[in-house]
C-alpha cells in the first residue's frame, strides 16, 4: 500500500472507527448519578466503552495526519489545489461546484483538537448528578458526526460506503439503546 493511499484512504477511516468508539463512549448515559466518570470501566458497562477518551483523542491524531499528509503528497502544500479538488469531488458527488469543504474540514479539525485539549467531559457526582457536557461540547460533536457521516457515507467510494453506513447505524444504535435502558 503506497504512503498516498495510507494518508488519503486508510487514516480517515480509521479516524471514523475512533470517532464513533469515543463518540458513543461520551454519550452512553452513567448507571447512576454517582457513580464513576463516563469512560471509566465499571461492571456491567463494555469495556471497550472505557477506552472512548483514549479512541477519541487517536481519532483527532489520525485526523491531523490525514490532513498534513493529503495536503503534501496530494495537493502539493497548495491552497489552490486542495480547494479545486475539493470543489471537483463536491461536484461529482453532489452537484455543487464549492471548494468550501476545505473550510468546514478545517473547522472541525480545529474543534476537534480543542475538544481533546479540554479533557473528558465532566461526571455526574453527588453535588451535580445532573452533570452533563456542555452544550459547546455537543454542538461540536453533533458537526463532528455530521461531518463524519458526509465523508464516511456520502463522500465515501462504494466499497466503503456500506461499511461506514453500518459504522454510523451502530453508533446511531448504541447511543440509542444506552439511554434509553436508563430512561433518559
Given amino acids: 500500500m503506497s504512503l498516498v493511499v495510507c494518508c488519503t484512504h486508510l487514516l480517515p477511516r480509521l479516524a471514523a472507527v475512533a470517532f464513533a468508539w469515543g463518540?458513543?463512549?461520551?454519550w452512553e448515559a452513567p448507571a447512576t448519578t454517582s457513580g464513576p466518570r463516563p469512560g471509566t470501566f465499571r461492571p456491567g458497562?463494555?469495556?471497550?466503552?472505557?477506552?472512548?477518551?483514549?479512541?477519541?483523542?487517536v481519532g483527532c491524531g489520525l485526523l491531523w495526519l490525514h490532513v498534513?499528509?493529503?495536503?503534501?503528497m496530494?495537493?502539493?502544500?497548495?491552497?489552490?489545489?486542495?480547494?479545486?479538488?475539493t470543489a471537483e469531488v463536491t461536484e461529482r458527488m453532489t452537484?455543487?461546484?464549492t471548494g468550501m469543504g476545505v473550510i468546514w474540514n478545517l473547522a472541525a479539525l480545529a474543534a476537534w483538537t480543542s475538544d481533546c485539549c479540554a479533557g473528558w467531559p465532566a461526571a455526574p457526582s453527588?453535588?451535580?448528578?445532573?452533570?452533563?457536557p456542555s452544550r459547546w461540547r455537543r454542538v461540536v460533536e453533533i458537526y463532528l458526526?455530521?461531518?463524519w457521516f458526509q465523508a464516511a457515507v456520502v463522500f465515501a467510494s462504494p466499497a466503503a460506503r456500506a461499511v461506514m453506513l453500518a459504522l454510523c447505524l451502530g453508533v446511531v444504535g448504541v447511543i440509542v439503546a444506552s439511554r434509553s435502558s436508563r430512561g433518559d
Fill in 74 to 85: 496530494v495537493h502539493s502544500a497548495s491552497w489552490q489545489r486542495a480547494w479545486q479538488h
Fill in 68 to 72: 498534513i499528509g493529503s495536503w503534501w
Fill in 126 to 132: 453527588a453535588a451535580n448528578p445532573a452533570a452533563v
Fill in 45 to 57: 458497562t463494555a469495556r471497550w466503552l472505557s477506552l472512548g477518551p483514549w479512541a477519541w483523542r
Fill in 145 to 147: 458526526a455530521f461531518l
Fill in 95 to 97: 452537484g455543487f461546484n
Fill in 23 to 26: 463518540l458513543c463512549a461520551r
